[in-house]
């Protein structure tokens, strides 16, 4: 089969590539010009483990292709994804001006039948303003070919992303017209023949599981966030209530790790998105608005926690070690630990940080206050004559650290880990003075 996706973002380039090795013929096309020259060429502009290697393998055997050119890109596929960002306006809504402008451009090229697949999260109803958006065009054009939109929420995981889309927990497909079946089990045939659950349902039903299930792993974060901060307090242990609700399978232990609060691209978006498609229909998200405060309030008492500790932060040189959202990506967007580290840098602190791939991202998010944070090449530079040292990121290479060799580099012996990846160490607390999250 002959498929397209539009955009080639976290999403849109992993799915091509996936396609791909499903043996079809993809063609990834993006309105950014450098982003397809670069891949053309074989360079990956994402980090995403085990990307690269089924990328060029299939690109090399001719089944992938990228481009700029839209026209061709819609005129040659059967089937055309749109897998570009949908992301959050001033109020909290979902932009759709690019999901909009794909839907424009597929109808002025679009010269047959052909079925859009929507990978993009987008509010309840944009399947339907989708369809309606390439009819116009195609009227403007005096043409009446047919379409179909499906609604086919994505639900990888960045840094997880190539084992997400080959084994996915389950398809989801929303669909308003039976037509459409055939061609998207075909799309997905080694799935199907590897018995991932499909699930069949309306179009705007689908377009809320999407929003339904991000919110819900993002109330549980927050739930044990808060949960943590009481444990804390109360002098209890959050890791073994974790631990013990988990055992329980109606709560299971996924998504009860606690930490300096959720970030990325999509659980901040799509629960203010949500919490908004609530608004316009008169429905208050009330659980998905208190996720939303206890996150914020999260990544606030972090600071708090610190200033408590350390004293006065005016003058004090902190390490973080950390940037990116979590580990294993590059991705910057909405990281917890820029408004941290904002947050110490108001304070009067100076940062010195090391991440393995978020750092080229983290300078220009964090540009107007570059001329505080030195950028380190490895963690024994970070953490070097600093006071204070805070894990915001659990990236596997920070759990081998030599603790001893860390704390000799270092001018103060004051560790924050908002990770919780040291504290069975039985010399950390001989070292440092240790501040793990919800535990003594
Ligand atoms: P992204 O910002 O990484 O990539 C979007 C890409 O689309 C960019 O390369 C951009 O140049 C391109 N683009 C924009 N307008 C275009 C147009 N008119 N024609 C061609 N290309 C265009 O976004 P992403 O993180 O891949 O997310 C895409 C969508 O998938 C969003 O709706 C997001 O909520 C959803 N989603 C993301 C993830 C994730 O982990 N990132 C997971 C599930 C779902
Ligand atoms: C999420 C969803 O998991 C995925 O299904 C969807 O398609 C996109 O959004 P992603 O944002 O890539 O994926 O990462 P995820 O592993 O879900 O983590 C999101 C945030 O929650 C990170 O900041 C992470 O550190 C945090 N988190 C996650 C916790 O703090 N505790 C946990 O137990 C799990």
Same mark, same amino acid.
């Given at each position: 089969?002959?498929?397209?996706?539009?955009?080639?973002?976290?999403?849109?380039?992993?799915?091509?590539?996936?396609?791909?090795?499903?043996?079809?013929?993809?063609?990834?096309?993006?309105?950014?010009?450098?982003?397809?020259?670069?891949? +053309?060429?074989?360079?990956?502009?994402?980090?995403?483990?085990?990307?690269?290697?089924?990328?060029?393998?299939?690109?090399?055997?001719?089944?992938?292709?990228?481009?700029?050119?839209?026209?061709?890109?819609?005129?040659?596929?059967?089937?055309?994804?749109?897998?570009?960002?949908?992301?959050?306006?001033?109020?909290?809504?979902?932009?759709? $001006?690019?999901?909009?402008?794909?839907?424009?451009?597929?109808?002025?090229?679009?010269?047959?039948?052909?079925?859009?697949?929507?990978?993009? !999260?987008? *509010?309840?109803? !944009?399947?339907?303003?989708?369809?309606? !958006?390439?009819?116009?065009?195609?009227?403007?054009?005096?043409?009446?070919?047919?379409?179909?939109?499906?609604?086919?929420?994505?639900?990888?995981?960045?840094?997880?992303?190539?084992?997400?889309?080959?084994?996915?927990?389950?398809?989801?497909?929303?669909?308003?017209?039976?037509?459409?079946?055939?061609?998207?089990?075909?799309?997905?045939?080694?799935?199907?023949?590897?018995?991932?659950?499909?699930?069949?349902?309306?179009?705007?039903?689908?377009?809320?599981?999407?929003?339904?299930?991000?919110?819900?792993?993002?109330?549980?974060?927050?739930?044990?966030?808060?949960?943590?901060?009481?444990?804390?307090?109360?002098?209890?242990?959050? $890791?073994?209530?974790? $631990?013990?609700?988990?055992?329980?399978?109606?709560?299971? *232990?996924?998504?009860?790790?606690?930490?300096?609060?959720?970030?990325?691209?999509?659980?901040?978006?799509?629960?203010?998105?949500?919490?908004?498609?609530?608004?316009?229909?008169?429905?208050?998200?009330?659980?998905?608005?208190?996720?939303?405060?206890?996150?914020?309030? $999260?990544?606030?008492?972090?600071?708090?926690?610190?200033?408590?500790?350390?004293?006065?932060?005016?003058?004090?040189?902190?390490?973080?070690?950390?940037?990116?959202?979590?580990?294993?990506?590059?991705?910057?967007?909405?990281?917890?630990?820029?408004?941290?580290?904002?947050?110490?840098?108001?304070?009067?602190?100076?940062?010195?940080?090391?991440?393995?791939?978020?750092?080229?991202?983290?300078?220009?998010?964090?540009?107007?206050? +570059?001329?505080?944070? !030195?950028?380190?090449?490895?963690?024994?530079?970070?953490?070097?004559?600093?006071?204070?040292?805070?894990?915001?990121?659990?990236?596997?290479?920070?759990?081998?650290?030599?603790?001893?060799?860390?704390?000799?580099?270092?001018?103060?012996?004051?560790?924050?880990?908002?990770?919780?990846?040291?504290?069975?160490?039985?010399?950390?607390?001989?070292?440092?003075?240790?501040?793990?999250?919800?535990?003594?």
């Amino acid at each position: 089969m002959k498929i397209t996706v539009i955009g080639t973002g976290y999403v849109g380039l992993v799915q091509g590539v996936i396609l791909s090795e499903f043996g079809h013929e993809v063609i990834c096309m993006d309105i950014n010009e450098e982003k397809i020259r670069n891949l +053309n060429n074989g360079f990956i502009p994402i980090y995403e483990p085990g990307l690269k290697e089924i990328m060029n393998k299939n690109f090399l055997e001719g089944r992938l292709y990228f481009s700029s050119n839209i026209k061709e890109a819609v005129e040659s596929s059967d089937v055309i994804f749109i897998a570009v960002g949908t992301p959050p306006m001033d109020d909290g809504s979902a932009d759709l $001006q690019y999901v909009l402008s794909c839907a424009k451009e597929i109808g002025k090229y679009i010269n047959a039948y052909k079925i859009i697949v929507n990978k993009s !999260t987008v *509010p309840v109803g !944009t399947g339907e303003l989708v369809e309606k !958006t390439i009819y116009e065009v195609l009227e403007e054009r005096g043409l009446s070919y047919d379409i179909d939109v499906v609604s086919n929420p994505e639900f990888l995981r960045e840094g997880k992303a190539v084992n997400d889309c080959l084994r996915p927990d389950r398809v989801v497909i929303g669909y308003e017209n039976e037509r459409v079946l055939e061609t998207m089990k075909e799309i997905y045939n080694v799935l199907y023949l590897n018995k991932v659950p499909f699930f069949f349902t309306n179009r705007k039903t689908s377009e809320m599981i999407k929003y339904a299930s991000n919110a819900f792993l993002a109330v549980k974060i927050s739930y044990i966030n808060e949960m943590a901060l009481l444990a804390e307090n109360v002098g209890a242990n959050v $890791q073994d209530i974790a $631990q013990a609700m988990g055992m329980d399978g109606r709560i299971s *232990p996924k998504f009860l790790h606690s930490g300096p609060g959720y970030g990325g691209s999509c659980f901040p978006k799509d629960t203010r998105a949500i919490v908004e498609i609530g608004k316009k229909y008169g429905e208050e998200m009330s659980v998905i608005e208190a996720a939303i405060y206890a996150n914020e309030k $999260q990544k606030r008492k972090v600071t708090e926690k610190i200033e408590k500790n350390m004293g006065n932060l005016n003058g004090k040189k902190i390490a973080i070690l950390g940037l990116s959202f979590k580990p294993e990506t590059d991705d910057m967007r909405d990281a917890p630990s820029i408004d941290i580290i904002k947050n110490l840098i108001k304070k009067g602190s100076t940062i010195k940080t090391y991440c393995p791939k978020g750092m080229g991202e983290a300078s220009w998010r964090l540009k107007e206050v +570059n001329d505080k944070i !030195t950028y380190c090449k490895n963690e024994i530079e970070c953490v070097k004559d600093c006071d204070g040292l805070v894990i915001v990121t659990e990236w596997n290479q920070f759990r081998g650290l030599n603790l001893k060799i860390i704390r000799e580099k270092m001018k103060d012996n004051f560790y924050f880990d908002l990770r919780n990846i040291h504290c069975k160490s039985s010399k950390v607390r001989e070292l440092f003075k240790y501040f793990p999250l919800g535990q003594k």
